[in-house]
């Protein structure tokens, strides 16, 4: 399941989740948290799904389907965040719990728009990221919620160890936005060992939806039963396949492109 808003450009949130989730092979549900109004310029409208209407899909998909994994990306507010907190409680999602939860703490649109209340920072730190099985923050995410700037490999491993220290059982950091490097590294740690997933830099634009793409590839091999640092290693391919087959689409920013799994171009 991916718990997250829409893009009205189809190219991030639920739209991005699904199209990953459905070529990785699993079945995607969705509990929609806002709707925004966005094309490949940017955000210039969000409407907030009600809390309650928000716990009450996940409720009864979990009553009725069930769920093998679940990731968040975009919440909005505080109150979704609680919202989601509890009824994770109820139906056994999360770190230490039958279904593993990705949360992909989405802060802000690549574009710099907000897309989660500063009121919210609180709720992510202290509910949502502590029972997270694997937090995915980019690098403007990680200064958002532990204050760590990153520049170097160093700084990198740094803040995987502050977001494993509030709770989340696993952390990756992803280097997409160090733009120094040469490479598009992302580090995951479990308190223990340092993994280090690394890739080519591609050069493109076209990157809109990146997080989302990572995050529900992992979700989705995650919901396969695949072993946290196996699913880390298969959504960094799926990731960075999908950056290579990205294409142009309106004016900005064009969306990252998982087709490569099937089509023949
Ligand atoms: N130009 C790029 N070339 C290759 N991989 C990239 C590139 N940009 C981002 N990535 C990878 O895509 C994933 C999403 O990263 P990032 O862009 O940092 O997140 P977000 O989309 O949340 O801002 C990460 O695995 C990152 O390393
Ligand atoms: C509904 C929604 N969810 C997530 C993102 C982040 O994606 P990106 O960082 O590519 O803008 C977004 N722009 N819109």
Redesign the pocket.
């Known amino acids: 399941m991916t718990i997250a808003g829409t893009d009205s450009g189809g190219g991030?949130g639920v739209a991005a989740d699904l199209r990953t989730m459905a070529l990785a092979g699993v079945h995607g549900c969705v509990a929609v948290t806002a709707v925004t109004v966005q094309n490949t310029l940017g955000v210039t409208g969000v409407h907030t799904i009600p809390p309650e209407t928000v716990a009450a899909q996940i409720r009864v998909v979990a009553q009725d389907i069930g769920l093998n994994a679940v990731k968040t990306g975009m919440l909005a507010t505080g109150a979704i965040i609680d919202a989601i907190v509890d009824v994770a409680a109820e139906v056994g999602i999360g770190r230490d719990r039958p279904i593993p939860l990705v949360v992909?703490p989405?802060c802000a649109s690549?574009h710099g728009d907000r897309l989660l209340a500063v009121e919210a920072m609180t709720a992510l730190r202290e509910r949502l990221i502590p029972i997270a099985t694997v937090v995915?923050?980019?690098?403007?995410?990680v200064v958002l919620i532990t204050g760590i700037e990153v520049v170097d490999d160093e700084t990198q491993r740094a803040a995987a160890v502050a977001l494993h220290e509030m709770g989340a059982q696993w952390a990756?950091v992803?280097?997409?936005?160090?733009r120094s490097s040469p490479?598009?590294?992302?580090i995951l740690y479990d308190g223990t060992d340092f993994l280090r997933?690394d890739?080519?830099?591609?050069?493109?634009p076209h990157?809109?939806?990146?997080?989302?793409?990572?995050?529900s590839a992992m979700t989705s091999a995650l919901a396969h039963g695949m072993s946290v640092p196996d699913a880390a290693r298969f959504?960094?391919g799926w990731?960075?396949e999908?950056?290579?087959w990205s294409y142009p689409l309106g004016a900005g920013h064009g969306p990252?492109n998982p087709l490569w799994r099937v089509a023949n171009y």
Do not use: C, Q
């Open positions: 991030a992909d989405v690549m995915t923050p980019n690098l403007d995410e990756i992803k280097g997409g936005h160090l490479r598009s590294a992302d997933l890739y080519e830099r591609i050069d493109t990157d809109h939806g990146a997080g989302d793409t990572l995050a959504a960094k990731v960075s999908s950056i290579r990252v």
